[in-house]
């Protein structure tokens, strides 16, 4: 298991290198879904760091402010991908290419969908910035 950061770094080297910029509210939403592909194939928690039901989404604090200074610009930074094992680099690389040609407003839509962990945290609970619990993201985004 990795920290969210070496994670989010690793995402933001890829897309440096890939020439795919990512903005930070594109690599919290990615974080997301690669958290939930990671564990669908591996049965295993990718990090531990807890999202938020922040307004445009889940959001792991930590990262977004280690890139907030970038605003809504392209974070291009390189990183070493060492920190990640080959094996994990490969399933990361997978998911990365799943979700990197979808657009930060349908990566937003799609988390904001009715019934699902953000939704639920966010607007049913009235817990703005309140954790969306693992078991929670998995019993609704992992199952099927």
């Not at 020439?19 to 879904?33: A, T």
């Not at 970038?70 to 060492?82: A, K, R, T």
């Not at 009235?126 to 929670?136: Q, V």
Request: aromatic fraction near 14%; charge should be negative.
């Amino acid at each position: 298991m990795y920290a969210a950061t070496t994670i989010s770094r690793h995402i933001v080297d890829y897309c440096s290198r890939t020439n795919q910029p990512i903005s930070n509210l594109k690599l919290q939403k990615v974080l997301y879904f690669l958290w939930i592909d990671y564990y669908k194939q591996t049965g295993k928690y990718l990090f531990n760091d807890v999202f938020s039901a922040w307004q445009f989404g889940p959001v792991i604090p930590e990262v977004y402010y280690e890139f907030c200074a970038y605003g809504g610009m392209p974070i291009d930074c390189l990183y070493d991908p060492q920190q990640i094992d080959q094996e994990d680099q490969e399933i990361i690389s997978s998911i990365l290419k799943k979700y990197l040609p979808i657009t930060v407003s349908k990566l937003v839509n799609l988390t904001h969908l009715p019934n699902h962990p953000w939704d639920d945290i966010f607007n049913t609970k009235h817990s703005p910035r309140g954790t969306i619990p693992f078991d929670l993201i998995i019993r609704k985004e992992c199952i099927v």
